[in-house]
């Protein structure tokens, strides 16, 4: 008799914690006696004739500590259901939507586990909406998904900007000096706000809070009359002024790429803040390397939902993370909506209770 045969697929953005998901998959899939599918380069490998390869727990040894994705992934090509500076929703072409069908049915696919962030989730409720059987898996390192309190791969991301803000610490303050470190997040600060408390950092400047250049400028000549012998900031990609703009430009393919924000920062305090002011950009150091132990057991369990929504026929369903359980939602309550950080929420609170400040 042939085997059920499911499908799975990473998508957009890699992030830490992505091989812990398809190894959680594939191994509870496997001990179902179902086969599973990995589709390579996104949902790109949908497309005829099909780029996949056969996984099994053999195929997936090893995986739970790399970073990436062992399938490859895009944030372009023909599924892209996001575009623009506010991820404005696009419709996926009929003919790429029917094209994908006839790849899964020649494979026999009964269901496809998506493993994406707010585009991608995009993406995997139009499939479904079209009659395609998807369940979705969030995924970002910037945490804003709405419907799950977490994401996997936020953690190894704040505990990148954590180290990042432990070594340039030492040399700031070696050399007195201010050190402004732009960090990603989209249009969400919780990269910064985490980052930014378990780094020790004096301000952190959030999209969430718009800030004021003089206000940043007062608090570091505030902590040289107390002192402090370095400032470290924070800023997340997404942060800007009051009665200012997002720091962003047009790529030539039309994408809206986040980023210079700290530049800013460091030219307009540099002249009234009486200290050497610095800038260093960690980029896409926060979106590699080994998923922490946390993104490690969240995208494995993740993995094992997904696998268990199959079996029940929970299509059109996300898997979220709520409570300390892994449940799910309809994808269509998660998408479209970010999770942004509350300015009077508690951990906005608790970073002003150790004297961090917003700028504002
Ligand atoms: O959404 C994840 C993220 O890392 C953002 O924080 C960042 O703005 C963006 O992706 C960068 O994307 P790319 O790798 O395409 O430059």
């Not at 979705?136 to 991301?157: E, H, Q, R, W, Y």
């Not at 505030?222 to 200012?244: F, Q, W, Y």
């Not at 039309?254 to 800013?264: K, T, V």
Request: charge should be neutral.
């Amino acid at each position: 008799m042939e085997r059920r045969r499911i499908g799975i697929l990473t998508s957009g953005g890699d992030c830490p914690g992505l091989n812990a998901v398809i190894r959680g998959a594939v191994r509870s899939a496997q001990k179902l006696g179902w086969e599973i599918v990995g589709f390579k380069d996104g949902f790109e490998g949908l497309l005829p004739p099909g780029r996949f390869v056969m996984l099994d727990r053999h195929k997936t040894a090893g995986i739970m500590p790399l970073g990436g994705t062992i399938l490859g992934t895009t944030n372009k090509g023909h599924f892209v259901a996001k575009v623009g500076a506010h991820g404005e929703t696009a419709v996926v072409a009929e003919e790429v939507i029917e094209q994908a069908r006839a790849v899964l049915k020649g494979l026999r696919i009964e269901g496809l586990i998506i493993i994406g962030g707010d585009g991608s989730l995009t993406t995997a409720q139009q499939l479904f909406e079209a009659g395609i059987p998807t369940v979705g898996v969030p995924k970002t390192i910037d945490n804003d998904l709405a419907a799950t309190a977490m994401t996997f791969g936020f953690d190894s991301a704040v505990a990148c900007v954590a180290d990042a803000l432990d070594r340039l610490h030492t040399t700031a303050t070696s050399h007195r000096r201010v050190m402004v470190i732009e960090v990603m997040g989209r249009h969400a600060g919780w990269i910064a706000l985490y980052g930014g408390l378990a780094g020790g950092a004096d301000i952190i400047l959030l999209p969430e809070i718009p800030f004021e250049y003089e206000k940043i400028a007062e608090a570091v000549r505030k902590r040289n009359e107390d002192g402090c012998l370095s400032t470290m900031i924070v800023v997340a990609e997404g942060a800007k002024p009051k009665d200012g703009v997002i720091s962003a430009h047009a790529t030539a393919s039309g994408e809206y790429r986040m980023g210079g924000i700290a530049d800013l920062v460091a030219a307009n305090i540099q002249p009234i803040c009486d200290r050497e002011v610095r800038v260093c950009v960690l980029g896409h150091l926060q979106r590699g390397g080994a998923p922490t132990t946390l993104d490690r057991i969240l995208g494995t369990r993740f993995g094992i939902h997904a696998v268990e929504m199959i079996a029940a026929g929970k299509y059109g369903h996300m898997v979220s993370y709520q409570n300390y359980l892994v449940t799910d939602v309809p994808i269509s309550e998660a998408v479209n909506r970010l999770r942004l950080v509350s300015p009077e929420g508690q951990m906005v609170k608790t970073a002003r209770a150790v004297d961090i400040d917003f700028g504002d």
